[in-house]
C-alpha cells in the first residue's frame, strides 16, 4: 500500500505529543473489524445494484469502483491517520491544512453523515426480523423496538472502544461465514452467461451509483478512532489493507454466486434479497442464516458507526473546536456527552426511508472529501518535510492525480441527486457555516467553557514556519 518509515509520532512543528492513556487501546484484528464495519459490514444492501444496472454492471461496479474510490480513499487515511494519531481525526488533517474554520466544516458534515447513516442500522435490524415477527412491521411496536435497540447499542460503546472492537470480530465472523457457505453449495448451480446479463438503456444511475457509494466508503472514519489504537502509526495502515482485503472480495463474490446460481428477475433484487437466494440455493435453514448474519451485521455497523462519531466530538473538543464538555470521558475511557448526542440524532433520525438516509449521507459526505483531498494535497506541498510515518510513495504531482478520479467520481454522485436531497442537504451545509461563528461568539462571552489540550501539538506549525521545517 506505500511505505513505512519508522518516523515517531511528530506532527508538523516536530514536537512530541504525551498521549494519556485512557485504558485499553485497539488492537489489529479489532480495528480491522471496525473498519470492516465502518466501511461494509458484509454483502448486505447490494441487492439493489443489481435491481439498477442488472447483473454485469453490478458485478462490474464492485469490481471496478474500489480502485476508483476505495484505494485511494484507505491510502489517504493511512497516510493523514499517521501524520495525526489522535481523535480529531479527519478534522485535524483540514484544520492543519485549511484553518479551524474549514477544520469544523468538515467535522459538522461528516458527524451529521454518520449520524444519518447510524439511523439506518435499527430499521434494518428490524425489517430482517419483521418476517418472523410481524408486529415490528410498523407502528408502537416498531417505535419501541428501534428505541430499546439504539439504548442497547449506545451502552455498548459507553462501555468502551475495545469491547466495541472484539465484539465486532466476533459479529463480522458470523455475518461472513454464511455467504462463504452459499458461495460453495451454489458452485454446481453456476451458469457464467447469466451474469454478462446488461442493459444500458434500462439502469437506475442515481440508485446504482448511490449504492456503490454507499457500500464503498466511509474507510477515512476509522481515523477518529487513530487516538484510541495500539502504535497507530504500524497498527492503522496495516488494518487499512487488511479490511481492504476483506470487504472488496466480501461484496463481489456474493453477487457472482448469487447472480450465477439462480435465473434473474431483476425486480426482485431489493434489501435482503439474499435471504431468499440462500433459501433457493440451499434451504430454508441458509436462509435463516443469512438473516440472522444481516441482523447482526446491523449490530455490528451500528457500534462502529458510533464510535467514530463520539470520538470525532470528542477530538472536536481537545482542539476547542466544541464546548469542553464534549472532552468528558466516562469511567471506561469512553465520550459520554459525544455518545449521548450521536444516540439522541439516531433516534430522531430514525424515521426516514433507506434510500432517503443514502441519498442525504452520500451529499454530505462528497462535500467533506473534497475537503479532505483538498487537504492532503496541501499538506504535500506547504509541509512536505513533516514526518510521515506511513508516505504513499507518490510525489506531489502523483498524490494530486490520486485524487483526481474520486474527485469526478463525487461530481458524478452529486449531479445525479435529487432536488429534495440538495436542497436539504445544502441546508444542513448552511447551518454549520453559521454555527462556528455562533460558537466562537459564544466562547468570547464565556457562557460556555472552550479549551484545547495541552497534550496536543500544533498543528498549524508548518503554515506558519513551513522554512523551519525544510531546515
Known amino acids: 500500500m506505500g511505505e513505512y518509515n519508522g518516523a515517531e509520532y511528530i506532527v508538523i512543528n516536530e514536537v512530541p505529543s504525551p498521549r494519556a492513556n485512557h485504558g485499553q487501546k485497539i488492537s489489529l484484528l479489532p480495528l480491522v473489524f471496525l473498519i470492516f464495519y465502518e466501511v461494509s459490514g458484509g454483502p448486505f444492501v447490494v441487492e439493489d445494484s443489481v435491481n439498477a444496472a442488472g447483473p454485469l454492471l453490478a458485478l462490474v461496479g464492485f469490481l471496478v469502483f474500489p480502485f476508483i474510490w476505495s484505494v485511494p480513499e484507505a491510502l489517504i487515511t493511512a497516510e493523514m ?72 447499542l449506545t451502552y455498548m460503546n459507553y462501555r468502551g472502544v475495545t469491547i466495541v472492537g472484539w465484539v465486532a470480530v466476533l459479529l463480522g465472523i458470523f455475518s461472513i461465514l454464511p455467504f462463504v457457505v452459499m458461495g460453495f453449495i451454489s458452485i454446481p448451480k453456476i451458469k457464467p452467461k447469466r451474469w454478462l446479463v446488461a442493459d444500458v438503456h434500462n439502469v437506475d444511475w442515481n440508485l446504482y451509483l448511490n449504492t456503490l457509494f454507499w457500500n464503498l466508503n466511509y474507510w477515512d472514519s476509522i481515523s477518529t478512532l487513530s487516538g484510541e489504537v495500539e502504535n497507530p502509526k504500524k497498527t492503522l495502515p496495516k488494518a487499512l489493507f487488511y479490511a481492504l482485503i476483506l470487504v472488496v472480495p ?27 437466494v440462500a433459501k433457493i440455493v440451499g434451504g430454508v435453514w441458509l436462509r435463516w442464516w443469512i438473516q440472522g448474519a444481516a441482523a447482526i451485521s446491523n449490530m455490528g455497523m451500528f457500534v462502529a458507526e458510533m464510535s467514530s462519531d463520539s470520538f470525532q466530538l470528542l ?6 473546536m466544541l464546548p469542553e464538555l464534549f472532552a468528558k470521558r466516562s469511567r471506561y475511557g469512553t465520550p459520554l456527552v459525544g455518545i449521548l448526542f450521536s444516540a439522541s440524532g439516531v433516534i430522531l433520525l430514525s424515521w426516514l426511508s433507506f434510500q432517503e438516509i443514502i441519498a442525504a449521507e452520500n451529499f454530505l459526505y462528497c462535500f467533506g472529501m473534497i475537503l479532505e483531498f483538498i487537504a492532503f494535497v496541501r499538506l504535500r506541498i506547504i509541509a512536505p ?11 506531489t504531482i502523483g498524490a494530486t492525480l490520486m485524487c483526481i478520479p474520486p474527485t469526478i467520481l463525487i461530481c458524478v454522485v452529486l449531479f445525479f441527486s435529487s432536488l429534495k436531497v440538495m436542497i436539504i442537504n445544502l441546508v444542513a451545509v448552511a447551518i454549520g457555516l453559521v454555527m462556528q461563528p455562533c460558537l466562537k461568539h459564544i466562547e468570547k462571552k464565556k457562557w460556555l467553557r472552550f479549551s484545547a489540550s495541552s497534550d496536543l501539538p500544533d498543528i498549524h506549525a508548518a503554515t506558519r514556519d513551513n522554512n523551519s521545517l525544510i531546515d
Open 81 to 152: 491517520g499517521t501524520m495525526f494519531p489522535e481523535n480529531g481525526g479527519y478534522v485535524v488533517w483540514v484544520s492543519s491544512a485549511l484553518g479551524p474554520y474549514w477544520g469544523f466544516q468538515l467535522g459538522w458534515m461528516k458527524w451529521l453523515s454518520g449520524v444519518i447513516d447510524n439511523a439506518l442500522y435499527p430499521v434494518l435490524f428490524l425489517d430482517y426480523l419483521k418476517s418472523g415477527i410481524p408486529a415490528l412491521g410498523g407502528g408502537l411496536p416498531r417505535m419501541l423496538a428501534v428505541l430499546a435497540l439504539t439504548i442497547i
Open 250 to 276: 466480501g461484496y463481489f463474490f456474493p453477487l457472482l454466486t448469487g447472480t450465477g446460481a439462480i435465473p434473474l428477475q431483476r425486480d426482485l433484487w431489493t434489501d435482503g434479497y439474499f435471504s431468499d
Open 315 to 320: 477530538g472536536m473538543a481537545e482542539r476547542g
Open 385 to 395: 518535510a513533516s514526518p510521515r510515518p506511513y508516505k504513499i510513495p507518490v510525489g
